[in-house]
């Protein structure tokens, strides 16, 4: 586990051991290089790619990389760090040049078809040995004093998983708020770290609305907007239904005039609904349709195209295209359950430009994990309103609860009655 506060120390003073090495090393004085990446996870996995765990982190930062003309500002990672550590362990000689040496003190020719062969097999040994110490020296190392619990519960993570800097976090925070023996009773360490991942889910609250209400989910290609919003819609018409209300007055509009089939997709969910559908190819078809139905309309869906967060100059095109003065909408990024934790960071960044109040995991029913999704939201500081599990679109489509979320996750022991107490569904 890498302490970037002792590292940003050993940076004022070179002396300091590298942690979690053997006393008496010290940090090499190489110079210092850098690396590029999306996030510190990235980072650290080129860094672990490239020199194992043969390196010193020296400080971390945030760094700004300028988007397509000016557009899609994107928030990269830079970490400065050294390679190598001052051992008193000679250079590791090859075996061929081993080989030879020993040959050569024997008195032995190098073509000694029999000495070499029985030497090489004694050389194979020594080498397994080797590689035998150097593994169980890194294992003792990578744990250090690490309590037992602590090792389990970031396994589970792992296994869930949840980002680098997510468990880095967990393990932080029971070493600074569990004594050692409340460490060495795991089923209270797992409950702990329960409590806390659900701290760490921001459920977005129901928020009364004027109506017309406009509500507009953006996010990119294969996500399942429309069918999102599809679901919204007779999600909506039901619970009017179940509350013996007057059926809502509800119209959708598409500006997805990019992919094939799009159109006729929410118009065949719009005749199944009685729901009527139009398209807009522009900013100002939009505001025409709005002042056109305002008067006798209650919610106005409007599906976007998808694009990738990459796509920095259609996504400003979609951008001013949903800029309509006067229509205040209600803004959700649908994103899948299952794109990696890298993916959604860069969802997220590139898709902030249209405001998004919340967001809507959709497909749930298709990944196993979900520590990516908590992850990620958690460190954006972005709040979950939507679950969608499913291609019903008469149903598969719920409020979001951190319960949801927690029952989720693998090979934890959930206290159901607990995590129910603790996290009250909002009524």
């Given at each position: ?319 001013k295209m949903l800029e309509v003065q006067g229509i205040h909408p209600e803004v959700f990024l649908a994103a899948n359950a299952s794109s990696k934790a890298m993916d959604l960071i860069s969802i997220i960044q590139n898709y902030e430009v249209f405001n998004f109040s919340s967001v ?16 990620v939201l958690s460190e954006k500081g972005k709040s979950i309103s939507y679950i969608t599990d499913g291609q019903t679109v008469t149903k598969n489509i719920e409020r979001a609860s951190v319960v949801r979320f927690l029952t989720n996750l693998h090979d934890f022991n959930i206290d ?12």
């Amino acid at each position: 586990m890498y302490k970037d506060s002792y590292a940003l120390t050993a940076e004022k003073n070179p002396k300091l051991p590298l942690y979690g090495s053997t006393p008496g090393y010290t940090r090499p004085d190489d110079e210092m290089q850098t690396i590029v990446g999306r996030n510190y996870d990235d980072c650290m996995d080129k860094l672990l790619k490239a020199y194992g765990h043969n390196f010193e982190i020296l400080g971390k930062r945030p760094i700004l990389k300028p988007g397509f003309f000016g557009f899609g500002q994107k928030e990269l990672y830079e970490v400065r760090y050294t390679v190598g550590l001052k051992k008193s362990v000679p250079v590791q000689k090859s075996f061929q040049e081993s080989r030879d040496e020993i040959l050569q003190k024997s008195g032995s020719s190098v073509t000694n078809t029999i000495q070499i062969a029985n030497i090489d097999k004694k050389l194979e040994e020594m080498k397994k040995v080797f590689e035998e110490s150097m593994k169980n020296i890194a294992e003792a190392t990578n744990a250090g004093d690490k309590p037992v619990s602590i090792q389990k519960i970031e396994e589970l993570l792992q296994n869930n998983e949840f980002t680098f800097a997510y468990i880095n976090k967990i393990s932080t925070r029971l070493r600074s708020e569990l004594t050692v023996e409340e460490l060495e009773n795991f089923e209270l360490v797992q409950e702990k770290v329960v409590d806390w991942i659900g701290e760490s889910i921001k459920i977005a609250p129901k928020v009364m609305h004027t109506y017309p209400h406009v509500i507009i989910v953006v996010g990119p290609t294969g996500v399942g907007k429309t069918t999102t919003i599809a679901k919204f819609a007779v999600n909506l018409i039901k619970e009017a239904h179940e509350k013996d209300q007057p059926r809502p007055r509800v119209r959708m509009l598409t500006t997805d005039h990019t992919r094939v089939g799009a159109v006729e997709q929410i118009k065949r969910y719009g005749d199944v609904m009685e729901i009527e559908v139009d398209k807009a190819e522009t900013a100002a078809d939009v505001k025409k349709i709005y002042d056109t139905y305002k008067e006798n309309l209650d919610v106005l869906f409007i599906d976007t195209p998808g694009y990738s967060p990459k796509d920095f100059e259609n996504l400003g095109k979609m951008r001013k295209m949903l800029e309509v003065q006067g229509i205040h909408p209600e803004v959700f990024l649908a994103a899948n359950a299952s794109s990696k934790a890298m993916d959604l960071i860069s969802i997220i960044q590139n898709y902030e430009v249209f405001n998004f109040s919340s967001v809507i995991i959709t497909k749930w029913d298709e990944t196993s994990a979900i520590g990516n999704v908590i992850s990620v939201l958690s460190e954006k500081g972005k709040s979950i309103s939507y679950i969608t599990d499913g291609q019903t679109v008469t149903k598969n489509i719920e409020r979001a609860s951190v319960v949801r979320f927690l029952t989720n996750l693998h090979d934890f022991n959930i206290d159901r009655n607990h995590i129910d107490a603790k996290f009250p569904e909002e009524k």
